[in-house]
């Protein structure tokens, strides 16, 4: 099973950027999906934006569009979300995920999460 270690995260002001990124062990990876979740406090977790795994097909949820883009890097088993114009309700934990998608959107392939990596936007 693929390990996943998200880091990259911290406080940052309304308007500022952050990138997180997602370090994956075993060699599948540049075979898989991948996403980006996050969850708010008192919230559920929810779909942030998934890539391919060759990086062609990328997918986001409308409140990240325009925002956010994520990017991977099969060479270094690495995936990638920049986030820009962070607004204080982007606040949540991100993880990273092997996703599988279908018609009705993208979704966890496997019940497993790593630590996650918190990001607090401040007004």
């Known amino acids: 099973q693929v390990q996943l270690v998200e880091s990259g995260g911290g406080l940052v002001q309304a308007g500022g950027s952050l990138r997180l990124s997602c370090a994956a062990s075993?060699?599948?990876?540049?075979?898989?999906?991948m996403g980006w979740f996050r969850r708010a406090p008192g919230k559920e977790r929810e779909f942030v934006a998934g890539?391919?795994?060759?990086?062609?097909?990328?997918s986001f949820a409308d409140s990240v569009k325009g925002r956010f883009s994520i990017s991977r890097d099969n060479a270094k088993n690495t995936v990638y979300l920049q986030m820009n114009s962070l607004k204080p309700e982007d606040t949540a934990v991100y993880y990273c995920?092997?996703?599988?998608?279908?018609?009705?959107?993208?979704?966890?392939?496997?019940?497993?999460w790593g630590q996650g990596t918190q990001v607090t936007v401040s007004s």
């Open positions: 890539i391919s795994w060759s990086g062609g097909s990328t």
């Open positions: 075993g060699r599948t990876f540049r075979s898989l999906s």
């Open positions: 995920a092997v996703v599988f998608s279908s018609g009705s959107g993208w979704y966890p392939q496997y019940d497993y």
